[in-house]
């Protein structure tokens, strides 16, 4: 079955340090992996995504993610966190070898306080 | 463009009472999606539309239909609110050949 683990329910950090949410999944196929954000009352914007390629994947606001195959992780990361990243964090994955393409098992969801 | 757009943006039901939640987008994309977040669970999905014309259950289904009336729109439908229905639900559309889903701001209802 696939699954999606954000083992932190929150994360604090300093501004101007660096920043990790992490996340583990598990899939029966290639992994297809996303990162998305809520910020309060909003819906969920898309940060980056991982499909093939390169490990290291850039998105958006100066977040990147590490695809880690024989840990099964795709961590976010960000050099220099700034408070206005404080916000929901979403670990998604999609099995990228069935034809159940529509469905996303997401993560329960990582709070990010950037303190400053 | 307004993107994706939900109403009622909040909604209080009384147990047993029925309501639908509507959705659209204008971004001409093909699937559109339910889902319904609770705290410390994520995102679960609750019936999705790869095109128009079809649709098909998700993760959570039960006590939920669905009507995609056109591409634009895709309806979320409670005909018995029960108290274990209260959630946040949101919708998200998806263009063919992509991955991002985009999603719209939520209807926070609570079904007492």
């Known amino acids: 079955a696939q699954s999606v683990a954000q083992p932190e329910d929150q994360v604090n950090v300093a501004e101007g340090n660096p920043l990790t949410v992490k996340c583990t999944y598990s899939?029966?196929?290639?992994?297809?992996l996303f990162w998305y954000v809520q910020y309060p009352n909003r819906g969920l914007q898309f940060l980056l995504k991982?499909?093939?390629?390169d490990n290291l994947v850039k998105g958006s606001y100066g977040f990147e993610a590490e695809f880690n195959k024989s840990q099964t992780s795709f961590h976010l990361k960000k050099p220099s966190a700034l408070v206005s990243d404080s916000a929901l964090y979403f670990c998604?994955?999609?099995?990228?070898?069935?034809?159940?393409?529509?469905?996303?098992?997401w993560g329960a969801g990582t709070k990010l306080i950037i303190k400053p | 463009n307004a993107g994706v757009t939900q109403t009622p943006k909040f909604q209080v039901l009384k147990t047993g009472q029925s309501m639908t939640l509507q959705c659209a987008q204008d971004?001409?994309?093909?699937?559109m999606y339910w889902y319904r977040q609770d705290p410390g669970m994520g995102l679960r999905l609750i019936y999705y539309?790869?095109?128009?014309?079809?649709?098909d259950k998700g993760e959570v289904p039960n006590g939920y239909n669905v009507s995609r009336l056109n591409k634009r729109e895709f309806s979320l439908r409670l005909e018995s609110a029960a108290p274990s229905q209260t959630s946040v639900y949101f919708c998200?559309?998806?263009?063919?050949?992509?991955?991002?889903?985009?999603f719209g701001p939520g209807t926070r209802l609570t079904v007492t």
């Open positions: 998200a559309s998806k263009k063919a050949g992509s991955y991002e889903q985009y």
């Open positions: 971004m001409n994309h093909n699937s």
């Open positions: 539309s790869a095109s128009e014309g079809t649709t």
């Open positions: 899939v029966s196929g290639n992994p297809y």
């Open positions: 991982y499909i093939t390629g």
């Open positions: 998604a994955v999609r099995d990228g070898d069935t034809d159940r393409n529509y469905q996303l098992i």
